[in-house]
Every structure is written in structure tokens, then in C-alpha cells.
């Protein structure tokens, strides 16, 4: 829900960064590694769990910790298991200079990045020792054999309870590329719980991407406010702003954890910076992990070559900046072929979905890119601060609808279809919701689809619970899902456990409109979907599992904007579930609803 209306507080920013720049460069020049975090000077540690993030948080090796070792390095290793300790807490952090209340992994954010091979096994042990329960998701991964690991409250498990740990453990089967893995409960994510998860393919394509280095941009919109609060008053009868449906605006943007913010009258925060070989092509992975806005990615005077998307190669698209929803991925090639210097990294999020104008807000996040040799101290002329791509005379900016597989793709024909229709509500006790049809989702608490087998035996689309929407399919049925987005926002729409084809779209609600003869449609596992337009996606149901089908949007998840696929129910009903899980659905009890 998101009356079209721009706020203007761009040009607010030029001055505040001037003095930042000034900090910024002194506090790199001093090798400290840091760019990480802003250390905050008088942390008052909160309540009970809550502790102090300046003395807490590791520093990664300034921006050295987000380049991997990349497909070629990785390619040496044996078929093997990789083990990670994922343990969870309350912190108190500054990532744009700003305090506030987080909830994060292993002290750091962004969290730890996994890198493994295609066929690796691995294993996360997930200690929760924050004060809510948990989940996380492997965004993107199929789980195939494991759907119990997929990491999604309410339908692939119960929460990790505090203090309480699970392990996760799975191969990656046919996932190959960029992704990412996050918390899937309640709107945790937006708290921190956020990490790139990356995969080298073991038998690369004629078409893979040649690279000189590999590296991470995590960018993402960021709040000053913990989830919790923004939801409750996202949620209240008169809304965040007055009117319901409001989605809570964002204070700041980030790149690779960190961003600026202007405090009366100087700006706060660090840049990310990444220090790249000249005459040399580097892949980036840019990786959308914020909660609300799309993020517009470019770097100045360097054009971007898109060449993967979701973990699907595609044919080189030269662009000035990159476009991207929440939780989309993109990788793009940057050739160091300009005049060896520094250059503004842009990481702007995008205004289109705020319905009110939040004080202080920048949505421009700065970042360097610095050539290997130029001096550290130096920095970009401040005086180009402002000149946001979109905004600028000749930029390009990437249009998804160009974007083609490098390897053709030839969909086969549906076998099975679906329409579901995306309206937001207000109900008759005054609570806002979203709904797919007539159901607004919320988890059953103690109870989720994949362990009660909701739906398992009931093939076709039924509602449980007058909450739960789910669309069961016994066999490997070739599904079109067709959806009506009757709202005026638009909605980055995600399903586990599968990629889909985008196989149509168009405006207003869908009449019947032909969609076969679409040529080398791109697959991906998360796609925008505009507002009052239709949307045709086709994926091949054979993995078996219940898997959701949800707006990205933390605000939109939260409030129900989500549907189930129980599919080849018989098969997933056989596979052996994992004692301490199901253990952990009776801590969390059935007695009440989560929301
Ligand atoms: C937080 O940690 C820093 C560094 O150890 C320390 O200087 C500061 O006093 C601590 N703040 C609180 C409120 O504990
Ligand atoms: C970080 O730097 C330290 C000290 O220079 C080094 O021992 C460590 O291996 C580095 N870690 C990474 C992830 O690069
Ligand atoms: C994870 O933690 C366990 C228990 O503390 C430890 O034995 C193991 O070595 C750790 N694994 C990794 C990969 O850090
Ligand atoms: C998380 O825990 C805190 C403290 O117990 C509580 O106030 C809050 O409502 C919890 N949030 C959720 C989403 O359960
Ligand atoms: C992970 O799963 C494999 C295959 O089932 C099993 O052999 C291994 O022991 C498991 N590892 C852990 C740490 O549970
Ligand atoms: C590697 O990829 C090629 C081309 O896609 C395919 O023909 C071959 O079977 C694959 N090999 C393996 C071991 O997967
Ligand atoms: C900014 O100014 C306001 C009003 O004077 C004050 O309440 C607030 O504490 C100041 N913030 C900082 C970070 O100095
Ligand atoms: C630099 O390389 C890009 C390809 O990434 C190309 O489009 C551009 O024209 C080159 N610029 C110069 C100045 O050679
Ligand atoms: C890149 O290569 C060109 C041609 O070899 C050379 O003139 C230029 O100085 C190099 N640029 C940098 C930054 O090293
Ligand atoms: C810049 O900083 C890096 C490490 O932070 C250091 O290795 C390098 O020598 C410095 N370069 C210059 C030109 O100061
Ligand atoms: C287009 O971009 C080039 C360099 O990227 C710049 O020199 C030129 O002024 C721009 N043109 C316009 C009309 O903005
Ligand atoms: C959702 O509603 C539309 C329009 O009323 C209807 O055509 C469709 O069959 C419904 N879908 C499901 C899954 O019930
Ligand atoms: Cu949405």
C-alpha cells in the first residue's frame, strides 16, 4: 500500500557530508581497518540482553572482509562439509553512525558470509541467544530432500527458542551463483539478521563471467527504531503517520553496513571503501538485504556490466546503475579503465513507496571506490555528492524486462494454474492487513505446514485456519501462477524452493492474455511486481515441501502477504523430521496465534 508521493531530502545532504568526508578520510588514513562501524562514544547499554556493540562487535579487515576468495581459489578445494557458528544476540549498534537496537550474528553486520562449491555440504550451528525466538532462511537455496531446513517460521519450523541452538544442514544441489541467507521470523531480518551466502559453480558454463576479483555489496534501506516498535505502530489503528497502511519509512541507506546521517548539523557515519586494481575487471555482487525500498547502484564514472541475476547467468547488459528490489540480486562487471583516482559508490534508495516525510532522512549512501595506489586519504569531490544517477542527464539505468538467461531458457508448457489476487484491507476491528484473496497470513504458533501437514491431503487451493491459503500439488506439475497486484505499491514477490520463469506481464488484471510464445524468459526467485498489474509465473513443481510464497517486504509479510505451495506433499510427508525441531515446535506451544 504506497500512495505514489516523493519527499524531497536529497539536497539537505551536501553540506553535512563535506565535514563527514573530513572525519571519514582522517579515520581511514589511519589503517584502522575499520570503515566498519562507527565506534559510538557514550553506548548506554540497555536492558537485560542488550549489550554494548562498541566493545561487542569484531571489525571485519576493513573493506578487504567483503571481497571472497572467489570461483577460481574455490575451485581448488575437495568436495567438502563447511561448518559455520551462527550465534545470535541483542546488540547495541551504529552501522551509519547512528545508535541503535540490532539483532545480529556473531557481532557483526553484515553477517558472516558463506562461500562454498556448488556440491558442498553445509552446516550451520544457529545459537540463539537473543531474547526472541528464531529462523533463518537460505534465501534462494532449493532444499530438495530438506525442506525442513528451508529456515521459515511458521512453515518449515518452529522458532529457534533463546538459548536454545539448531543446526541446519544441507547440500546445495543445483543452486549455483549469488544469494544471501536471513532471519524468516517476524520482521526480524530487519534487525540485522542479514548475511551473503554465496555459491561457485562446480561445472561453470561456456557463458560464465571472467574476473580478476570478487567482491560484496550488501546495500540495503536501514532504521533507526527496532522492527518490533515499527510494526506495532505500522499496525495500530491510525497507522505510523496517521493514516493506516503507512509503511514505516526508512532513516538511512547502507552499503556493506555502512552509511552516513546528518545529526544537527554534521554528519555521522563511514563509508564502505573498496580498493580495486586498475585495468582489471571486478565481479560485484550486489545483494539488496534491506526491508523496504528498492536500491538504485551505480559508481561514478565507471558503466556496469549485469551478468547474473538471482543466480542465473545472463547475457552481458551494459548500465550505468543497477536497479534492486529487496532480497534481488544482481552481479555486475566493473572495468578499472578510468583515470586512477577515487570515485563515489551510490547506493541510493529509492522514495517511490514513502507516503510521509521522515526528518533526517538520507537516502543516499556513499561509498569510495578507490584505485590501488592512490593515496588513502583522498576522497571524491564532495561537491558531487548530489548527483544521484536517475537524476543525472545521461545515465542508463537498467531495464529488468531486457534481461535474458545466457542459457536459453524453454519453459514447458503449464499443467496447472493458479490466480491469486494481492489487496490490502482494513478489517472490521480496525487492523490493517494484507491479503492474498481472502487470507492474510500469519504463522500457527507450535504448528507449522511442513510438520502438521496441513494440506498435504487436499489437492487444489484451500484455507486452513481462515490463515492459511495453501495451494497443494501432488505430482511435478508444470505451475502458472497468475497474479492480479490490485494494490498501489508495488511488491518484490520471492518463492523457496524454486526459481520461476517471468512469463507475462502487463497492466491491469490479467484477461486471459497468451503467455507461451515469450521467448528466453529470465528465471529468477524474486521479482517486482508493480502495482495494478498482472503477472504470469511458471515453475516446475517437483521439489517436494512446503514452500511460501511472499512480498519481500518485511511490513507486507508481517501484516499476511503470503501464500503456501504444499508440493509432491506425499513425498515431503516421507522424508524423516528432525527430532530436535519438532522439539522445539512444543517449546514454542500451540496456545496462541503469534500475532
Ligand atoms: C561500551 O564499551 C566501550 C568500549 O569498551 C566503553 O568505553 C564504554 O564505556 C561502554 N559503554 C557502556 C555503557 O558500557
Ligand atoms: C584479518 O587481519 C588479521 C591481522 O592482519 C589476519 O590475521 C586475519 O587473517 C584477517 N582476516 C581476514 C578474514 O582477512
Ligand atoms: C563451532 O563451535 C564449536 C563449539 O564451540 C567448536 O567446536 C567448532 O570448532 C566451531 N566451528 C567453527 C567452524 O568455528
Ligand atoms: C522480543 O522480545 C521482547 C522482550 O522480551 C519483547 O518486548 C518483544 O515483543 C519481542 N518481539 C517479538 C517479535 O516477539
Ligand atoms: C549432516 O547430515 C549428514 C547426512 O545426513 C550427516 O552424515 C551428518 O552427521 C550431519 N552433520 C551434523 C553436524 O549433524
Ligand atoms: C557440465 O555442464 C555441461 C554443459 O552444461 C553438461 O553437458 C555436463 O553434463 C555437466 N557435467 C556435470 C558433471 O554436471
Ligand atoms: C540534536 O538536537 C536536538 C535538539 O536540540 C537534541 O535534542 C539532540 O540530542 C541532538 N542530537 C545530537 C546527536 O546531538
Ligand atoms: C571501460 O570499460 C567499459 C566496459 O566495462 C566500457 O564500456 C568503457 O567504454 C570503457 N571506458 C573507457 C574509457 O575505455
Ligand atoms: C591502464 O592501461 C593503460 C594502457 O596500457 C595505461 O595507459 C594506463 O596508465 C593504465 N591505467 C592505470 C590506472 O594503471
Ligand atoms: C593504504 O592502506 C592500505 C591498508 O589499509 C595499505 O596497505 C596501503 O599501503 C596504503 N596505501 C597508501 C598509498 O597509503
Ligand atoms: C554524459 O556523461 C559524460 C561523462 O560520463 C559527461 O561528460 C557529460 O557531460 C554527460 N552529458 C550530459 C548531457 O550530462
Ligand atoms: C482468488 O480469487 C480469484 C478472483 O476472485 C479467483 O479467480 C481465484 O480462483 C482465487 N484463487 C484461489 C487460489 O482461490
Ligand atoms: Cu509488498
Known amino acids: 500500500m504506497a500512495p505514489a508521493q516523493r519527499s524531497k531530502h536529497a539536497h539537505t545532504i551536501v553540506i553535512l557530508l563535506v565535514a563527514g568526508v573530513a ?3 582522517l579515520v581511514l588514513g589511519l589503517g584502522l581497518g575499520l570503515g566498519l562501524r562507527n565506534r559510538n562514544k557514550d553506548a548506554s547499554a540497555a536492558s537485560g540482553a542488550t549489550s554494548n556493540l562498541s566493545s561487542q562487535l569484531t571489525a571485519q579487515n576493513g573493506s578487504h572482509a567483503f571481497f571472497i576468495r572467489g570461483a577460481a581459489a574455490m575451485a581448488k578445494d575437495p568436495p567438502q562439509t563447511r561448518e559455520y557458528n551462527f550465534t545470535i ?17 556473531n557481532n557483526i553486520w553484515p553477517g558472516p558470509t558463506i562461500e562454498v562449491n556448488q556440491h558442498d555440504r553445509v552446516v550451520i550451528r544457529v545459537m540463539n541467544r537473543a531474547q526472541n525466538a528464531t529462523a533463518i532462511h537460505w534465501h534462494g537455496l532449493y532444499q530438495r530432500g530438506t525442506p525442513f531446513y528451508d529456515g521459515t517460521h511458521g512453515i518449515t519450523q518452529c522458532g529457534i527458542p533463546p538459548g536454545q541452538d539448531l543446526v541446519y544442514n544441507f547440500t546445495l544441489g543445483d ?8 532471519s524468516h521470523y517476524m520482521t526480524q531480518y530487519t534487525d540485522g539478521v542479514t548475511g551473503a551466502f554465496i555459491v561457485h559453480p562446480t561445472n561453470a558454463t561456456v557463458s560464465a563471467p571472467t574476473y580478476d576479483t570478487d567482491s560484496l555489496i550488501q546495500v540495503g534501506d536501514m532504521y533507526h527504531t527496532i522492527s518490533d516498535k515499527l510494526l506495532a505502530a505500522f499496525t495500530s489503528p491510525s497507522g505510523i503517520d496517521g493514516t ?22 554534521s554528519q555521522v557515519g563511514t563509508c564502505y571503501k573498496l580498493t580495486l586494481a586498475p585495468n582489471a575487471t571486478h565481479r560485484l555482487r550486489i545483494i539488496n538485504s534491506g526491508s523496504f525500498a528498492d536500491v538504485r547502484f551505480s559508481v561514478d564514472g565507471h558503466p556496469l556490466t549485469v551478468v547474473e541475476t538471482d543466480g542465473v547467468e545472463v547475457a552481458p547488459y551494459v548500465v550505468e546503475a543497477v536497479q534492486v528490489s529487496v532480497a534481488q540480486r544482481y552481479s555486475v562487471l566493473l572495468t578499472t579503465n578510468n583515470t586512477a583516482g577515487v570515485y563515489w559508490m551510490r547506493a541510493v534508495v529509492q522514495e517511490d513507496m514513502f507516503t510521509y516525510d521522515q526528518p533526517g532522512f538520507n537516502g543516499n549512501a556513499l561509498g569510495v571506490l578507490q584505485y590501488t595506489g592512490v593515496d588513502n586519504s583522498t576522497m571524491p569531490d564532495p561537491g558531487l555528492v548530489d548527483n544521484n544517477p536517475g537524476t543525472g542527464k545521461n545515465l542508463t539505468l537498467m531495464d529488468t524486462a531486457l534481461l ?31 491479503f492474498i484473496n481472502s487470507t492474510s497470513w500469519t504463522p500457527l504458533s507450535g504448528s507449522p505446514t511442513l510438520f502438521s ?20 500439488s501432488p505430482n511435478s506439475e508444470v505451475i502458472d501462477l497468475i497474479i492480479d497486484n490490485l494494490d498501489d505499491g508495488d511488491h518484490p514477490f520471492h518463492l523457496h524452493g524454486y526459481k520461476f520463469w517471468i512469463m507475462g506481464t502487463g497492466d491491469g488484471r490479467y484477461q486471459g492474455q497468451d503467455v507461451d510464445d515469450v ?17 504470469v509465473l511458471r515453475f516446475v513443481a517437483n521439489n517436494p515441501g512446503a514452500w511460501a510464497f511472499h512480498c519481500h517486504i518485511s511490513w507486507h509479510m508481517a501484516i499476511g502477504l503470503l501464500v503456501q505451495f504444499y508440493t509432491m506433499p506425499t513425498e515431503a510427508a516421507g522424508l524423516l523430521l528432525p527430532q530436535d525441531m519438532v522439539d522445539q515446535c512444543s517449546t514454542e506451544g500451540a496456545s496462541a496465534r503469534v500475532r
Open 519 to 535: 521467448v528466453n524468459p529470465l528465471l529468477r526467485d524474486t521479482h517486482l511486481i508493480p502495482s495494478f498489474t498482472w503477472t
Open 175 to 182: 543452486f549455483s551463483g549469488t544469494t544471501w541467507w536471513h
Open 453 to 472: 501437514h496441513l494440506g498435504a491431503d487436499t489437492v487444489g487451493a484451500n484455507t486452513f485456519d481462515n490463515s492459511q491459503l495453501i495451494l497443494t
Open 89 to 105: 544476540s541483542n546488540v547495541r549498534g551504529a552501522p551509519a553512525g547512528v545508535e541503535k537496537d540490532m539483532v545480529v550474528v
Open 244 to 265: 493506516p497502511g503507512d509503511e514505516p519509512v526508512p532513516d538511512t541507506g547502507t552499503i556493506n553496513g555502512m552509511g552516513q546521517y546528518g545529526v544537527n548539523g
Open 404 to 434: 535474458r538467461p545466457a542459457s536459453k531458457q524453454h519453459p514447458p508448457k503449464a499443467t496447472l494454474t493458479y490466480k491469486i489476487t494481492v489487496s490490502f484491507q482494513v478489517t472490521a476491528d480496525n487492523g490493517f492487513f494484507a
Open 23 to 25: 572525519l571519514l578520510a
